[in-house]
């Protein structure tokens, strides 16, 4: 199993970036999908889910109206693009996979992360 995030790096604030997560190994269409974020010393955040199908989403308060998380089941990959990017976004990015739907939910796969940084 894999996945493998990219699109991460370095963004004036204001400014965008579309991050990318790649699945294999797992049937992508029956897993509902996530990102999260850290940065050092906290503890990952959630950022933003997607339903199986794609029909439901959720974000996070922070980024409501600014994310957009999406899927394409053809391609096994998920997307989250960023706009009106802030300082305060800048973080480890990591996608995520789970089975369950809901707040709290355990995740059965992460990619490896990827760097986001916004500068002021």
């Known amino acids: 199993v894999q996945l493998q995030a990219s699109g991460g790096g370095l963004v004036q604030a204001g400014g965008s970036l579309r991050l990318a997560c790649a699945a294999s190994?797992?049937?992508?269409?029956?897993?509902?999908m996530a990102w999260f974020r850290q940065t050092p010393g906290k503890e990952r955040e959630f950022v933003a889910r997607?339903?199986?199908?794609?029909?439901?989403?959720y974000y996070t308060h922070s980024v409501r109206g600014r994310f957009t998380i999406s899927r394409d089941n053809a391609r096994n990959t998920v997307t989250l693009q960023m706009n009106s990017l802030k300082p305060e976004d800048t973080a480890v990015y990591y996608c995520?996979?789970?089975?369950?739907w809901g707040y709290g939910v355990g995740y059965d796969y992460w990619g490896q992360g990827t760097q986001v940084t916004v500068s002021s």
């Open positions: 997607i339903s199986s199908s794609g029909a439901t989403d």
């Open positions: 190994g797992i049937p992508f269409s029956s897993y509902h």
């Open positions: 995520a996979a789970t089975r369950n």
